[in-house]
């Protein structure tokens, strides 16, 4: 087949229900699976995808001009077929090796893949933490004692001067400005090329709210904007994903506030919620590991080893 006989397509606002469709076929808890995170991340990671009577295949393209892909969305039982129409896809139509990134364990085990053609490499950098929501929303129990001292410590200082509500598509220019100004904290120029990117992709599922099933939730204090975050349910998992939470970190506790209110407010009976991978710095590790996670999602990258011409 050719790359035009794949019918190869561009992620777009109309494809929505179309993903949504192929996204509920297997739930492997990682925030890979979170759709909201292919439109929020669509401006820095433009990826493409074809339909099989099975599954969809994505095609992706690095900046350096490498050619990967990540796991298909099928059901369980279709996933080593999918897996191989990728392959061939890139074997044949590319001229390249498979690269297959972002996989989870999950996945991993049901493809069973023979060692002799596959170089398979646990990457940490991208686990996904996932957490208690309970203990989220209250901090409870000993481990959480001082998460509890700073959320406290926050109420005690901004009493009467804070307030916690929701923000839309009308609040876009308020948080666009708030984005910007906690980017003039960060140091680093990757930093600040990261912020941007996920401005852009905030931006734009702010414009196009009717069609996202998310919330925001923000905290005021004296009437100014200083902690935002953004996250969507899961029924199938009884999961919540956070892809984004920003707040100003001169505020003791606020972090600790925003947690567990929007918790509270937005999605009060879910049973877990995933704060996404630490990138591999060791800051926001050690950060996300003191809010004891229950457990990790584990991810891999898959490697087709080069094939006898």
Excluded at 89 to 115: H, I, R, S, T
Excluded at 228 to 248: C, H, Q, R
């Amino acid at each position: 087949m050719s790359e035009e006989e794949y019918q190869l397509k561009n992620v777009g606002i109309e494809d929505y229900e179309i993903l949504k469709k192929y996204f509920s076929l297997r739930r492997p808890e990682s925030a890979d699976s979170n759709l909201l995170n292919i439109y929020i991340w669509l401006n820095s990671f433009p990826t493409k995808y074809f339909l099989t009577d099975k599954g969809l295949i994505w095609v992706a393209k690095s900046q350096n001009g490498q050619y990967y892909t990540s796991v298909p969305n099928c059901r369980t039982e279709d996933l080593q077929e999918c897996f191989y129409t990728a392959q061939t896809y890139f074997n044949n139509v590319l001229g390249k090796n498979l690269v297959m990134y972002l996989v989870d364990k999950n996945a991993l085990e049901q493809l069973n893949l023979p060692e002799d053609e596959y170089v398979v490499i646990p990457d940490r950098t991208y686990a996904d933490y996932i957490y208690d929501a309970e203990k989220m929303r209250t901090f409870s129990g000993k481990k959480y004692h001082g998460k509890k001292n700073h959320l406290n410590a926050f109420k005690r200082e901004y009493e009467g001067r804070y307030r916690f509500t929701f923000l839309s598509q009308e609040n876009e220019n308020e948080i666009l400005k708030f984005l910007e100004w906690w980017k003039q904290g960060k140091a680093h120029t990757q930093e600040h090329e990261f912020i941007d990117s996920e401005a852009v992709g905030i931006q734009y599922i702010l414009e196009h709210e009717q069609v996202f099933d998310y919330k925001i939730g923000a905290v005021y204090i004296d009437d100014r904007l200083e902690a935002f975050t953004i996250g969507n349910y899961s029924p199938l998992e009884d999961m919540v994903f956070i892809p984004v939470e920003k707040a100003n970190p001169n505020i003791r506790g606020l972090y600790q506030y925003i947690c567990s209110e929007f918790l509270k407010q937005a999605f009060p009976n879910a049973a877990k919620v995933n704060r996404e991978d630490d990138m591999g710095l060791e800051g926001l590790r050690q950060s996300k590991l003191s809010y004891h996670p229950i457990y990790l999602v584990e991810k891999y990258t898959v490697i087709q080893k080069k094939r006898e011409k």
